[in-house]
T-cell receptor
Framework: AQSVTQLGSHVSVSEGALVLLRCNYS??????LFWYVQYPNQGLQLLLK??????LVKGINGFEAEFKKSETSFHLTKPSAHMSDAAEYFC??????????FGQGTELSVKP | EAQVTQNPRYLITVTGKKLTVTCSQN?????MSWYRQDPGLGLRQIYY???????DKGDVPEGYKVSRKEKRNFPLILESPSPNQTSLYFC???????????????FGNGTRLTVT
């Protein structure tokens, strides 16, 4: 069965600093992995997805994630945080049969 | 505008009073799903539907019912709500199919349900 673990329920960075949000997964089949972002009082929006075409995936708003099979990780990074990046971020894995499993979420705060 | 529409946005009800949360999408997506979001638990899948008249249980289906009589609509039914079903609910749709399992979800804006 698939599962997702996000390390750190809250991450705080200063504006301009590196953003690193951690995600580890387990999957019995080659995984499809996603990062979603949720702004206050809104639904989730897709940031990026991994589909085995390339291990480094670029998404919207300057975010990217690297798939590392040996570490079963799919960490999300952004070189320079902006105030508008403050939101909750969710990592998710698909079992290819219609079930999408989400992690617990990481709330990102950006300090001026 | 392509969107997933949930109604109502906010709902306060009492234990045992049947309720329905509606969900509609205008993107002709095959796949629809319901999630509940609780602090510290992320999103948990309640039910999903790969196509009309096809529904499957997610991870937390107890106490919920769904139906998929037409492609665009996927209502969530709570026959006898209880306080532990107080949560934020999201409907999502996707072009996801068994041959396109990497298709992303499009989410509605959520329904905040309180059961007293």
């Amino acid at each position: 069965a698939q599962s997702v673990t996000q390390l750190g329920s809250h991450v705080s960075v200063s504006e301009g600093a590196l953003v690193l949000l951690r995600c580890n997964y387990s999957s019995s089949v080659p995984p499809y992995l996603f990062w979603y972002v949720q702004y206050p009082n809104q639904g989730l929006q897709l940031l990026l997805k991994y589909t085995s075409a390339a291990t480094l995936v670029k998404g919207i708003n300057g975010f990217e994630a690297e798939f590392k099979k040996s570490e079963t990780s799919f960490h999300l990074t952004k070189p320079s945080a902006h105030m508008s990046d403050a939101a909750e971020y969710f990592c998710a894995v698909s079992d290819q049969g219609g079930k999408l499993i989400f992690g617990q979420g990481t709330e990102l705060s950006v300090k001026p | 505008e392509a969107q997933v529409t949930q109604n109502p946005r906010y709902l306060i009800t009492v234990t045992g009073k049947k309720l329905t949360v509606t969900c509609s999408q205008n993107m002709n997506h095959e796949y629809m799903s319901w999630y509940r979001q609780d602090p510290g638990l992320g999103l948990r899948q309640i039910y999903y539907s790969m196509n009309v008249e096809v529904t499957d249980k997610g991870d937390v289906p107890e106490g919920y019912k769904v139906s998929r009589k037409e492609k665009r609509n996927f209502p969530l039914i709570l026959e006898s709500p209880s306080p532990n079903q107080t949560s934020l609910y999201f409907c999502a749709s996707s072009p996801l199919t068994l041959v396109r399992p990497d298709s992303p979800l499009h989410f509605g804006n959520g329904t905040r349900l309180t059961v007293t």
